[in-house]
């Protein structure tokens, strides 16, 4: 039985070994994946259906078909033995994997639009020497004359790239479970964020699925701060405009303003007095 899983290509680094030699490396962010759909007598075939990346919108045929579960992003079919292990909503991710496993890594290659024959089929082009001018990367005769047509399969200038290639025995360097990340030797194909389909010989760990818990915090019932006034007695304010209308002040409501400014202007005919009493002095 062979263990599986989907990635994206991050990019390329190097690390050291043990033994302090630097190994280059591709770092591939796999899983985690979940499983979607098992196929066994009714399709004709076993087989084990898989997901891999959030999606923010899906079509209702997809989400009918992905009910219960997440809005994945890609789908991918394997092959199995027996579909007894897996059951849908079952999670797995680069745990199942071991340092030095020998990999089978395939996706898509970068696309290189309109090449001509010597970057794609590797032809060395014509002498440069006297007399082949602007002949160098031609692609020269292409075959006998008598069918009066191109055979097909023959080489020339075409579209390159965008081809599923596969990579075999690459091995496994590093393993970081905390980022499922996987640090696979050498170069994979594919662009970044391509996505990678990583096989390997063993069998499949699964995982328990993180359920993030979504209780509310308790609200502590907070009671209005009610202000308590204290009302003056009614004797006390007679009192005060009985003063504040001898100094020729208007009565005020608040106590405390009252108190604080009627010995202030109180003073003021003290002072006009005395003024008074100096002039007739004078005289």
Do not use: W
Request: overall charge positive; proline content about 4%.
């Amino acid at each position: 039985m062979a263990k599986f899983i989907l990635g994206k290509k991050v990019h390329m680094t190097q690390i050291f070994a043990e033994d302090g030699r630097v190994v280059p490396v591709t770092v591939v962010e796999a899983g985690p994946c979940t499983v979607v759909k098992t196929k066994g007598e009714k399709e004709g075939y076993t087989a084990v259906q898989v997901g891999y990346g959030n999606k923010k919108k899906i079509n209702k045929p997809l989400a009918g078909h992905l009910k219960d579960l997440s809005n994945f992003r890609y789908l991918k079919e394997f092959r199995v033995e027996n579909t007894e292990a897996f059951a849908k909503g079952k999670v797995f991710d680069v745990s199942t994997f071991a340092v030095g496993d020998d990999l089978k890594v395939t996706a898509t290659s970068k696309g290189k639009g309109f090449q001509g024959v010597v970057k794609r089929h590797g032809f060395h082009g014509s002498p440069a020497s006297h007399g082949h001018k602007d002949q160098l990367r031609m692609p020269g005769s292409i075959g006998a004359t008598d069918a009066a047509r191109v055979f097909k399969g023959t080489r020339m200038g075409g579209r390159m790239g965008s081809d599923r290639v596969t990579v075999d025995n690459l091995e496994l360097i590093k393993i970081d479970t905390d980022k499922n990340l996987l640090y696979i030797k050498g170069a994979v194909p594919g662009a970044r964020n391509a996505l990678v389909t990583i096989l390997a010989a063993g069998e499949i760990s699964f995982v328990e699925k993180k359920v993030e818990s979504k209780e509310e915090p308790k609200k502590e019932d907070k009671k209005p701060a009610v202000e308590v006034k204290e009302e003056t007695p009614k004797e006390e304010v007679k009192e005060e405009a009985k003063v504040a209308s001898s100094v020729g002040l208007q009565p005020r409501e608040d106590k405390k303003d009252v108190s604080a400014e009627a010995p202030a202007k109180a003073e003021e005919p003290k002072a006009e007095e005395a003024k008074a009493e100096t002039k007739e002095d004078k005289k």
